[in-house]
């Protein structure tokens, strides 16, 4: 039985793939911002381009959160999967035994932290009146995006590796 075809792993794999959805829409909304963005303008395109910058916030906290319960998916499915593998008593078994299963989890922990660190900035700049912090936010998913991408791959990876026939 192929190993993409565990729960936990279709969940892990659904999870990131919902993460780098909202964010592409949201660099695609950072570009725009870049180009338009006027702090004080009371234009319609700035009132235009504010509000969707609420709303793609809004996406991209919610794909974010989502990577954040995709951690915890990881380690729960990982420690559940220990019975499957020969040699695995734990979740550190599973992971040993994957291929590149400590790097995957590497970055994944550091793409947790950084999607937690964006989504405190961007309660904090909710908390303000003025949108000014805005173009720093929306910068931060130039980081966030790649990494998101690599984490998808080394998991990918390291699920079509673990040997699931040898118990």
């Given at each position: 039985?192929?190993?993409?075809?565990?729960?936990?792993?279709?969940?892990?794999?659904?999870?990131s793939l919902v993460t780098l959805i909202a964010l592409a829409i949201g660099i695609?909304?950072?570009?725009?911002?870049?180009?338009?963005?006027?702090?004080?303008?009371?234009?319609?395109?700035?009132?235009?381009?504010?509000?969707?910058?609420?709303?793609?916030?809004?996406?991209?906290?919610?794909?974010?959160?989502?990577?954040l319960g995709a951690l915890v998916v990881t380690l729960l499915g990982a420690d559940?999967?220990?019975?499957?593998?020969?040699?695995?008593?734990?979740?550190?078994?599973?992971?040993?035994?994957?291929?590149?299963?400590?790097?995957?989890?590497?970055?994944?922990?550091?793409?947790?932290?950084?999607?937690?660190?964006?989504?405190?900035?961007?309660?904090?700049?909710?908390?303000?009146?003025?949108?000014?912090?805005?173009?720093?936010?929306?910068?931060?998913?130039?980081?966030?995006?790649?990494?998101?991408?690599?984490?998808?791959?080394?998991?990918?990876?390291?699920?079509?590796?673990?040997d699931l026939e040898a118990s």
């Amino acid at each position: 039985m192929s190993a993409y075809w565990q729960p936990w792993i279709l969940a892990r794999i659904g999870a990131s793939l919902v993460t780098l959805i909202a964010l592409a829409i949201g660099i695609r909304t950072a570009l725009r911002i870049l180009k338009h963005w006027r702090i004080g303008a009371s234009s319609e395109g700035q009132l235009l381009l504010e509000r969707r910058a609420e709303l793609v916030a809004t996406l991209v906290a919610g794909g974010l959160a989502a990577q954040l319960g995709a951690l915890v998916v990881t380690l729960l499915g990982a420690d559940k999967q220990a019975d499957t593998l020969r040699g695995a008593m734990c979740a550190y078994g599973v992971f040993e035994g994957g291929d590149g299963g400590f790097t995957s989890l590497s970055v994944s922990l550091m793409l947790a932290v950084l999607a937690g660190a964006w989504l405190i900035f961007h309660r904090f700049e909710l908390g303000h009146e003025t949108l000014s912090l805005t173009r720093t936010k929306f910068n931060g998913l130039f980081w966030l995006a790649p990494l998101a991408a690599l984490d998808l791959w080394l998991f990918v990876r390291f699920a079509g590796g673990l040997d699931l026939e040898a118990s």
